[in-house]
């Protein structure tokens, strides 16, 4: 029981389409773990269901020991979960949405103060604390459900491509959020730059087509390209393990 | 218990974050005013109460309180936010149940805009105010019913159009119910138990009586079971959807 985050063998399928198809993984404390793949390769379904958003045909993800699907109020204690495209309430203002998703993480009073105020400094929203969040830029959005996700200093941390729609300048920032959090909890985000994995993931898992196909620090990785175990660029060793097989391998069939 | 309170401000102080909640509120007193004075001749039947405006009342709101539950889950679904709530320490039966409330509270003000019509009667003549105070108890129920059809429809759609003609349809089924026209339809083909069983689900039969100012068994019966049903029925939709 040292990883805070296990995927068992986690199945979806929608109508005929299998979406994710028997993905296993371990996260302890610790650990950055990075989510490749191409566009519907699965990445998000799978993290919908490690947050217990979307209930797994088959297979099972607990936070910390707990069920996810047996258990989910407590399991989502120590969740901590930025969907895919940061959705807020656009009409409240950042202040007052972080209080709501303070007091439904049963936070109130001084307590609850404390952890806005540690929230809004971390990811630097102090500037618009009264504005609505419908009028803000992608930037600042992504901003609030980052802020919105550590609010309780959760051990488990579900990011759905945080840097995505920031600036240069933002994505160094957040990234640097996510390194200084990681000591003690266990994270796990997706993202399409392929940079981020050397910049804050301590290890990456590919997925292609609903399955692992790669998983190791960024080294690894490299050694997955075609350069037959010599060391590659990430983005040659990311095409080379998810260009469809059945094309370039099977010309005999 | 602090949870549902969270999501019923948050759900209540939307509506007042947006115009819908004050074009709404003129729109009704309005129409209630129009159906009091000019289609229920309030002043030429000479009778100091509010019977005209509650008489058409549930007609009002089989109109006007599905734009009011039309938004609760609809928008949640397509704004994504919904990803959020469910991914919260809250349950299913917690958000509908907090959501629900927050909008029978805004009924509850938009009902309580109307009590000048209630000063009125009381400076034409002297109603008896116990009548009315039940007939507006007895609309805040039947809205309340209402308002759980509404949120189911609401649960069923990311589109809150739809959800709107959803339960604007399932309102029309059980106000028109009770009336001859369907209750006569329906004993040409079914017995007469069948029909007294259609009757007892229809909204008017339930409602004039409280309009009388009784509070019968029967009607408040048919007031905590329809809302616990659709409730329940929001949830699973909620559920259902949600597993994709």
Same mark, same amino acid.
């Given at each position: 029981m040292s990883a805070l985050l296990e995927l068992n063998n986690l199945v979806k399928r929608f109508q005929s389409f299998t979406a994710v198809n028997g993905i296993s993984l371990e996260v302890p404390a610790g650990e950055v773990l990075g989510f490749l793949g191409p566009n519907?390769?699965?990445?998000?379904?799978?993290?919908?269901?490690?947050?217990?958003?979307?209930?797994?045909?088959?297979?099972?993800?607990?936070?910390?020991?707990?069920?996810?699907?047996?258990?989910?109020?407590?399991?989502?204690?120590?969740?901590?979960?930025?969907?895919?495209?940061?959705?807020?309430?656009?009409?409240?203002?950042?202040?007052?949405?972080?209080?709501?998703c303070a007091r439904l993480r049963d936070l109130s009073g001084a307590e609850a103060r404390e952890a806005i105020a540690r929230a809004v400094d971390r990811t630097e929203l102090g500037g618009v604390l009264e504005q609505p969040i419908e009028t803000m830029s992608k930037g600042f959005k992504r901003r609030v459900g980052l802020a919105q996700a550590i609010l309780h200093e959760p051990k488990v941390l579900i990011l759905d491509e945080p840097t995505d729609g920031l600036d240069p300048n933002q994505k160094h920032h957040v990234r640097q959020l996510i390194?200084?959090?990681?000591?003690?909890?266990?994270?796990?985000?997706s993202t399409h730059i392929l940079e981020e994995v050397d910049a804050v993931c301590t290890r990456a898992v590919i997925i292609d087509r609903g399955t692992i196909v790669a998983d190791g620090t960024a080294a690894d990785l490299r050694k997955l390209g075609p350069g037959k175990g010599k060391a590659s660029s990430l983005e040659e060793a990311f095409r080379h393990v998810t260009v469809p097989v059945t094309m370039e391998e099977k010309p005999h069939v | 218990m602090s949870r549902i309170m969270a999501i019923f401000q948050r759900e209540l102080s939307g509506y007042f974050n947006t115009p819908i909640a004050y074009v709404f509120l003129i729109i009704f007193v309005m129409l209630?005013?129009?159906?009091?004075?000019?289609?229920?001749?309030?002043?030429?039947?000479?009778?100091?109460?509010?019977?005209?405006?509650?008489?058409y009342l549930p007609w009002l709101f089989l109109i006007l309180v599905p734009a009011i539950s039309m938004r609760l889950w609809s928008e949640e679904r397509r704004s994504g936010t919904i990803e959020l709530l469910m991914t919260m320490p809250v349950s299913v039966w917690q958000a509908v149940i907090g959501k629900w409330l927050a909008s029978v509270a805004f009924v509850a003000v938009a009902l309580a805009c109307t009590?000048?019509?209630?000063?009125?009667?009381?400076?034409?003549?002297?109603?008896?105010?116990?009548?009315?105070?039940?007939?507006?108890?007895?609309?805040?129920?039947?809205?309340?019913?209402?308002?759980?059809?509404?949120?189911?429809? =609401?649960? @069923? &759609?990311?589109?809150?159009?739809?959800?709107?003609? #959803?339960?604007?349809?399932?309102?029309? !089924?059980? %106000?028109? *119910?009770?009336?001859?026209?369907v209750l006569d339809a329906v004993r040409t083909v079914a017995p007469e138990a069948?029909?007294?069983?259609?009757?007892?689900? =229809?909204? @008017? &039969?339930?409602?004039?009586?409280?309009?009388?100012? #009784?509070?019968?068994?029967?009607?408040? !019966?048919? %007031?905590? *079971?329809?809302?616990?049903?659709?409730?329940?029925?929001?949830?699973?939709?909620?559920?259902?959807?949600k597993a994709g």
């Open positions: 519907g390769a699965g990445k998000s379904t799978t993290m919908k269901m490690a947050a217990g958003f979307l209930t797994p045909d088959s297979g099972s993800a607990h936070i910390c020991g707990v069920d996810v699907a047996a258990q989910p109020e407590l399991a989502r204690q120590n969740l901590g979960y930025l969907p895919e495209g940061a959705p807020a309430y656009g009409e409240m203002s950042v202040a007052a949405f972080l209080k709501f390194r200084d959090m990681s000591s003690d909890r266990a994270i796990v985000i | 209630g005013g129009l159906f009091t004075f000019y289609i229920g001749n309030l002043y030429e039947r000479g009778v100091a109460d509010l019977v005209p405006y509650f008489t009590i000048p019509l209630w000063l009125t009667v009381n400076y034409l003549g002297s109603p008896d105010n116990g009548v009315i105070a039940v007939s507006y108890l007895g609309a805040l129920a039947l809205a309340s019913v209402f308002l759980a059809i509404g949120s189911c429809m =609401s649960a @069923l &759609t990311s589109n809150q159009v739809i959800a709107f003609v #959803l339960a604007v349809s399932a309102g029309f !089924v059980f %106000v028109t *119910s009770g009336t001859p026209v069948i029909a007294a069983g259609v009757a007892s689900l =229809s909204v @008017l &039969t339930h409602y004039d009586g409280l309009t009388r100012g #009784l509070i019968d068994v029967p009607a408040v !019966v048919w %007031v905590i *079971s329809m809302t616990a049903f659709w409730l329940f029925a929001t949830t699973l939709a909620v559920e259902f959807k």
